[in-house]
């Protein structure tokens, strides 16, 4: 995935925005004002910090040693970093982000919920 791809599938999700809190550098993707996907897309190699079921973070570190690690500066029980440079299937890394962005929806009040899903 090139980071023009990565951009572009992060703002394709409801509501998706991209802001710059930490600098131009740092693109941050967000959700009703919650960040589910945090990257340097100029940065080599190509890394995001998702957000993942505690769980499930455990499971892929262990499943793609090197590839997907605790999130760098980030809560390492709730957030992974992910290598995107093409070791890991586009598919994978597109689900990951997915479940990222599903994984904030879920903790936002009911009311902002209901706000996505109105057209």
């Known amino acids: 995935m090139t ?4 951009r572009a599938f992060c703002l394709s999700f409801n509501a998706a925005v991209e802001d710059f809190p930490f ?4 693109s941050v993707f967000k959700v009703l004002g919650r960040m589910f996907a945090l990257t340097g ?11 993942c079921d505690p769980e499930d973070a455990v499971r892929l570190r262990g ?5 997907i690690v605790p999130g760098w500066h980030m809560n390492k029980r709730h957030w992974n970093t992910v290598t ?3 070791a890991l299937p586009d598919r994978l890394v597109r689900e990951l982000i997915e479940d990222s962005y599903d994984l904030v929806v879920a ?9 996505l899903d109105r057209p």
């Open 3 to 6: 980071p023009k791809g990565l």
């Open 107 to 115: 903790g936002l009040p009911r009311a902002e919920r209901l706000r």
């Open 23 to 26: 600098g131009p550098e740092i």
């Open 41 to 51: 897309l100029d940065a080599r190699p190509l890394t995001v910090n998702l957000k």
């Open 63 to 67: 499943e793609h040693e090197g590839l």
């Open 84 to 86: 995107v440079d093409g």
